[in-house]
């Protein structure tokens, strides 16, 4: 009825003399959901409306703050297509965007801990909504000149909620992207957001539509395109996100009738298998706005007509793509340089930046994991603009992070880190690594992360396990390694991707056999080494890699010695380990590798022997993987593998992966390319990315030998 009522009155109104008809766009939140007014917009961009106040909560502010900018419906869809939202939704820093250093320890841990002045902490939230601030900085780069929001192309306000007081705050002026980042904190998918000394989270929480605000505008006729749920049956609550919509949903309920009786034309799109978090489903979720405008094509057509106002401002404040940077001002600094930032930010004074690489300059930054949020502003300068990088520094400088283990090398183990940023100098890193289990591991490293600049540090490591000492491929005894070893070294790391460097090592090596045997004894040794080394890694997964390569380079020099008295001949081993991630598809993948060492010299000792088989990962020395033989099954002083894994999703998080490999480890250089025997071995498995780690298991097998091995692992390396 009040839909024909409306008709009604906009066709008599076209009797008389159009006018000047002010407008008002309402948008609620509902994450995922609000891109179906997307849809709308299109809608009603179609039919000729034009606003004059646009209003919104959460990601409808989003939505709305973009038009009100100036972006067409079709960019503001196109732009959130295009938005990796699995990305945004976890806050997981890309691997490839990580410090060189961190990047070595990434996907290790399951839990983690800030510790301050009061110990351990429970996380104040796991998400930070570091890439909602990335995004926002873009979308609002041209914001500048407003200084309040109804100066914008289209005047604009949002809502969100003081999380201290339990007040709603409405945002009309300020930094557009603190107002958005504010509103859209959904609660326990985002952490509240600080702001004037005060926290705030959703707006959806106490008004998820603002329609009362916007009545209170003085317009005409206002339209809503309202995306919440309201309350939904015990049926239908069964998940956590519905569950915690619900939560927030009941002030809104009671508000319904209300909002309903203020909106003149008040659509309601309806996505039943959508909620806050269905991005994957975007392009529906626009359809299903479309297709709700349309239904009150009527009525929007004749508002249009009756609308005798003035042509809609065409002025844009939308986004360069590449600006001129007379400037870099760091803001927000404590503990850190800014001559640290500006080298992880790698954009230069009196350049031409690129947006594309400033956003990744952004992730190499944030992925220093010394910030809890990172944006960035422009300023108008003489020529070009002022950069602004706004920092927000962690509150602690110390972590603990816990994770857990199993393979069937190394058995059960609880990873253990403790990690220090602030030691001593400002841009260090303290790590202290601890697995315990049967076979316990450990290590503590320091350095001061100085980029380009060679730098002192020092490790101290620890290893033992146990394995079985192979004859004819039988097992004929068990022995338990155990080593202890510190190294002092110079390392210079580029782009976060390349470290280069060399040192000294001092190691001492015990090998204990489980029963007494003529032809073997226990082995008891001191060594001094000397190694140079060049490491590569631009893997965007530790794990599961879809892109990047790694390469791995050390030249060692090891020498026995008593006390530091003597010093036997030395040996030393050259070795050569190259990795590429290959995407085939959005389902396919493949990794190969190639691995080749040589000994040169006096025949290695037996821990340096270079040693063939099983398929994990975290091994020492020149241990290395190769499928259809058991662990350590295969040694020489030489060897040459290549190795080809492919991998299958058939499922999200869920793979079918199949391992071939070749190759050859023999005593002299020269059987490596004479020899008959070619070394051989393939397996089927099943891969999980569960959330405690990757979960493995494999059939092994090789044409060389009748026998089948099973492998198994779980969680994360170390």
């Known amino acids: 009825m009040k839909q024909l009522i409306i008709l009604l009155l906009l066709s008599l109104s076209l009797q008389a003399q159009k006018k000047d008809i002010k407008i008002g766009l309402v948008l609620s939140g509902g994450g995922a959901k609000c891109m179906a007014q997307i849809g709308a917009l299109k809608v009603m961009e179609e039919a000729g409306i034009k606003f004059d ?42 691997r490839n965007r990580l410090s060189f250093f961190d990047r070595k320890a990434d996907s290790r841990y399951l839990l983690r801990f ?11 939230g796991v998400n930070f909504a570091q890439y909602i601030m990335k995004e926002l900085s873009t979308i609002t780069q041209q914001s500048y000149p407003y200084l309040h929001f109804s100066e914008l192309p289209i005047p604009f306000f949002c809502v969100a909620t003081n999380l201290e007081s ?132 009527d009525e929007l057509v004749a508002l249009a007509e009756m609308d005798g106002g003035p042509p809609q401002n065409h002025e844009k404040a939308t986004p360069l793509s590449a600006f001129f940077v007379k400037e870099i001002q760091v803001n927000g600094l404590q503990n850190l340089t800014p001559d640290f930032v500006k080298g992880k930010l790698r954009v230069r004074e009196n350049k031409i930046c690129q947006v594309s690489k400033l956003d990744k300059g952004l992730d190499q930054l944030y992925g220093t994991q010394y910030f809890t949020n990172i944006d960035y502003t422009l300023v108008p300068a003489d020529t070009g603009y002022i950069l602004n990088i706004n920092l927000r520094e962690k509150e602690y400088s110390q972590q603990l992070n816990v994770g857990i283990n199993y393979s069937d090398d190394y058995n059960a183990a609880l990873l253990l880190n403790y990690t220090n940023r602030k030691l001593f100098f400002k841009n260090s890193k303290l790590s202290v690594d601890l697995a315990l289990g049967d076979m316990p591991r450990g290590e503590i490293s320091y350095f001061v992360d100085r980029g380009f600049i060679p730098t002192l540090g020092l490790k101290l490591r620890s290893h033992r396990f146990k394995y079985s000492k192979f004859q004819n491929r039988l097992a004929v005894n068990e022995k338990t390694y155990q080593d202890y070893s510190l190294q002092l070294f110079l390392q210079s790391t580029w782009r976060d991707a390349y470290a280069i460097g060399g040192g000294v090592e001092v190691e001492d090596i015990s090998i204990n056999q489980s029963f007494e045997s003529s032809t073997m004894g226990d082995f008891q040794k001191a060594y001094i080494n000397y190694f140079a080394f060049l490491d590569f890694d631009s893997f965007d997964d530790a794990n599961f890699p879809r892109a990047g390569f790694q390469l791995n380079m050390m030249y060692r020099i090891i020498a026995e010695r008593e006390g530091f008295e003597i010093f036997r001949e030395p040996s030393s081993v050259l070795d050569i380990n190259f990795k590429q991630a290959v995407g085939l598809g959005p389902k396919w993948s493949m990794l190969l590798e190639m691995f080749g060492a040589t000994a040169i010299g006096p025949s290695l000792d037996e821990p340096y022997q270079i040693y063939l088989g099983s398929q994990g990962q975290g091994y020492i020395n020149y241990m290395q993987p190769f499928v259809g033989y058991r662990f350590l099954e295969l040694s020489g002083n030489n060897a040459l593998t290549l190795r080809a894994d492919f991998r299958y999703e058939f499922l999200k998080n869920n793979y079918i992966k199949f391992k071939a490999n070749y190759g050859r480890v023999e005593n002299s250089f020269e059987d490596l390319f004479n020899s008959d025997v070619l070394l051989d071995g393939y397996s089927i498995g099943y891969s999980y990315n569960s959330l405690i780690g990757p979960l493995e298991l494999n059939l092994a097998a090789s044409s060389n030998h009748p026998d089948l091995f099973a492998y198994v692992r779980l969680g994360f390396w170390f």
């Open 166 to 297: 339990g007040q709603m705050r409405v945002f009309e002026h300020g930094r557009l992207i603190d107002a958005l980042r504010a509103s859209s904190a959904f609660p326990s998918l985002f952490t509240p957001y600080l702001l004037e000394d005060s926290l705030y989270i959703d707006g959806g929480v106490l008004n998820n539509f603002p329609v009362q605000i916007m009545a209170e505008k003085g317009l005409d006729y206002i339209i809503g395109v309202d995306m919440q749920d309201y309350l939904n049956s015990r049926e239908d609550l069964n998940s956590v996100v519905k569950v915690m919509a619900q939560t927030s949903a009941f002030l809104n309920a009671q508000n319904r009738k209300e909002s309903e009786a203020l909106t003149d034309i008040w659509m309601t799109p309806k996505i039943e298998e959508a909620n806050i978090t269905s991005f994957d489903i975007f392009e529906e979720i626009v359809a299903a706005g479309e297709a709700e405008a349309r239904a009150h094509w």
């Open 53 to 94: 106040y646009i209003g919104g909560t959460s990601m409808g502010a989003i939505v709305g703050a973009m038009y009100s900018l100036g972006y067409s419906a079709a960019e503001i869809e196109l732009y959130l297509k295009n938005v990796n939202w699995d990305a945004l939704l976890s806050n997981e820093i890309p």
């Open 114 to 124: 800030p510790i301050d002045n009061n110990g351990i902490n429970i996380p104040k």
